[in-house]
């Protein structure tokens, strides 16, 4: 059964993540207790023999020395997240980000210059996007490239300290060149935000002349990635240094795009960074199931207080330890299920050429809802099973704090979660593209009050919900589509009835509402990811044990939530009763498949160090 | 206001709270980046100056150098928190925990011997008593400490490795000497666990003979603080190195105690302990304030994303910003002066001599409960505070990451909050003394099925808490009470139905309702202590600022519980709807009060050194 819930789980790129396990197992982890520039030299070695494994080629074009596999480079990604992360986050920075920039802003010359040299580690650079000043609102960045013509140069300028790039991968000592995010000036008219390739060290190392750099330093974790800071003072670069996918600058300084209107360009642009938020979600789920294995195998072997017969008690078999870890391990299966759609999505939609701008869209709400959802799980889950180890728990050896250290951050990067919940939610507000991405909320409220009608949608009936059994996966479904529905709607009501008054201010006392829409949305995405892939097992008895998982998954969902169940009239008071002895009685029956449960993931052992773990 | 705000605030300890705050000012803090063995240095250096300057006698008796101060010496130490928590921990071990063992559990010459030189510095020690097969059932210890009448002497033994001490304070690197808990046994009869003076290093710092020392190697957080292990292999200590207030050995090995029964006895040692676990939850909110210190400056000052008419917008504007920070805000309030209470109320039981059962068994019961609630309101506000502050809230500059990593293990140790809060139900659930610390559960189950009758309680009609005023202070009490009896009768009524089984079933089967029970208990006492705050605020301005945080604090607690007053019958559904309505209100009515809200707390200006908190 091992091998069929494995292969499960391992999925449509089960070839890739065993070669992967195999990879991970040539890699060194770096020593314990290392100071952070040694860290740094050790992750670049070890990122060289990633390259020289042809670990990063992945997800380029195979005439730049790729394998053309663009949902696999989320996979090969999302599996080094069982070793060391701060290997994991510079692969990202190095492949995933400045790479694909490249590749996705990019055109054929700037491919031909450069992919090879990135895939191979010979180019080292950066993803300057995030400024001091700006970080969610990267529309609004402040550096500037303004052309100018008589030298056929863009002039990369940072106006004021706000401005300068902040948090920046690969920029504290690795990287050479830099994609800068900055606002296009030809002209004197402002095109918007553009990116350009903007070197920054010499081959010694130096900074280029009028390039500042500076050392973000110590962070909570993740120290074997260089973050820092870049400023510009009048940067000169070429007018080949402009990415021009999307944006192209002639000779003369006239400017042209094929997508009309700043806006949606700027949209378009940055939906090409769909890869990186599904992949921070992918490794929040690698880290989420090496801690997972890490408490069960603890809490299955650590005894404490005896039974009256005198045998001491397993701290598992109690119920509320098992609560603390058996609903989050359901909810890493039904996760693992929904990250596993949403990167052949990805494949399909990006790999190819196809530019259907509805899948694009749904893609792109669908990976920021999974990030938040995922990365938030992330860091509630590697914080129970910290405290749920107790002071064992607490030690470096064992593990967990350098788990917990290093993806406290994964909430934040790659976009603030509150702030991807809110674009979720407006893009089921409107369905308008243009409206997608419009993430200062302005306008949103003035457009929900004037022009959305409502649709009239098929509902279930209230009274569909009411009864039967609560393991009942169709009545399960029903009632998360139901919630969602019914949140949308209220929402909807609640800003049109409230839309004369100030936008900013209607928006904003909704804002809690505005979160739940999206968050209940994602809810219904996941349990019908885990319900298709239980379709898909081709094993009754494992089949069987997924079912139960899933019970737990929905069943504790229900139970977080069930003030709104009880409010809006789906639970009847002594309904929810039984939801939590259902929540309890379906712990005490996977407890003793707990084991078999986190063996599934196929955390390589020798990435599990923690002596709490070893058998 | 500000000055009431604070005055009241400090309380009664108002003068120790300046002084320590002036003496916070002398300290150094650790230089950043600091490795393992030089904090550790440095935090040795800052003990000493802390002895110089007397932080270190305040709880000790006026003949043994000290100020008589029990009560106070929670405070000095709950004060530390805004410094270095490292220091403060390492403060604790030597004073509170090694010095407070030898105040507490030995007598007249024990006392005359040591405590001068402890509370001097001229001692370090460790209070060993936690081993490695036995963290919360420490009545199960293994180590045996077994007399000798031939040479007057004890044997301290470690049977076996699950009996080694472990993550003891000052054990790896500084301790000279250690209490040590073990089974005392005489004459081949158990007397059940007693502590034991042992010196555990030479002079020059070497281990002494047959102890052996290890190193518990870095941590989560706290590296300052060198945690070790310790065992012993028939190691010889003299019969006046038992600490003998509660239990004493003749010379001819004949045993006798002032306290009757093994069981009682135990608990009566494990009551002194008290102190440890109320200075514990006072660290936590001291960490606490400062945490909420630097989101909240943060928060008032960061802008992103622009209203209509183009000014950025300072974060805490958002409505979700406030959710994030204020009703935590309100909270830390509450907690603060439910911790005065338990403050007070320690030095009036354990300050004096009074030998009231009765009052030790609530303030045990009340210590408990709070330090589970004040460290996990700890461990969710401080992270709510690093996500809060997005990237800048992820880099060592800005504090977060240590006070993360540093309170981590409150919830674990000086008792896993998990197994506290049983111990809080357990004393509601029989208040018999024997059976208070019946940490093992066994018995109770049974216990509660064939002895407890349930009393008769006066009750609240159910339709007196069905309408007025939201903010209605008798009602919120009302409320709160009501539920706690409510979930108390709901588990007796279950443990009895259920008595018939097994008994450590039945009890594990409502193991989620008797965490519950405890904590709706807690909840009611900590809102009974900001009532009274507000009752005695001598200034109507600062009392109507204080109703409006109770407020919130209230209403977001009954909303973090909604699914228990709708699932009840305490709160109608339009009801329930308006509680979240009037959180958002009060949120958003507190909002320009935050930054003085904060500043109340009185964190000197001098220990946050953080960038992001600065004007």
Redesign the interface.
Known sequence: MDNVLRTLLDGRWADLRERTRKRLGVLEAPP??V??ERHRDHVLRQLRVLASAGHSGVGFPVRHGGDGDFGGSVVAFEMLGFGDLSLMVKAGVQWGLFGGAVQALGTGQQHERYLREIVELDLLGCFAM?ES?????VQ?LNTTATYDPDTGEFVVHTPDPSARK??IGNAARDGRMAVVFAQLVTSGDRHGVHALLVPIREQDGSPRPGVTIED??????LNGVDNGRLSFDHVRVPREALLDRYGHVAEDGTYSSPVEGANKRFFTMLGTLVRGRISVAGGALSATKKALTIAIRHGESR??????DGT??PIL?????Q?RLLPALATTYALTFAQEELVTELHEVFGGDSDNDQRKRELESHAAGLKAVATWHA?RTI?EC??AC??A?????NE??QL??DT??F???EG???VLLQLVAKGLLTGYRDHLGD?????MARFVATQLVGAVIERTPVRALLGGDLHDRTWQLKLFTDREEHVLDGLVRRLRKAGEG???EVF??A??HV?RAARTHVDRIVLEAFVAAIERCPDAATAELLDQVCDLHVLANIEAD??WF????RLT?AR??SV?SAV?RLC?ELRPRAGELVEAFGVPMEWITAPIAQR
Chains 1, 2 share one sequence.
């Open positions: 314990p207790g100071d952070r995030t000043g700006h970080g969610s609102d609004h902040d948090y973000c330093g110590e962070k909570a974790g005894r404490q207080f005896a039974r009256p001491e008690v078999d109690y119920l509320a330890h609560r860091t914080q910290r405290e107790g002071g728990g607490y030690l470096a050896e967990l704090p917990k250290a406290d951050v909430t934040t990067f603030d979660n509150t993430l200062d909320a302005l306008g100030d936008a900013f904003n006392n804002q809690d979160l069930l003030a009880l409010g809006h009239g008071p929810a009763k939590t309890n005490a």
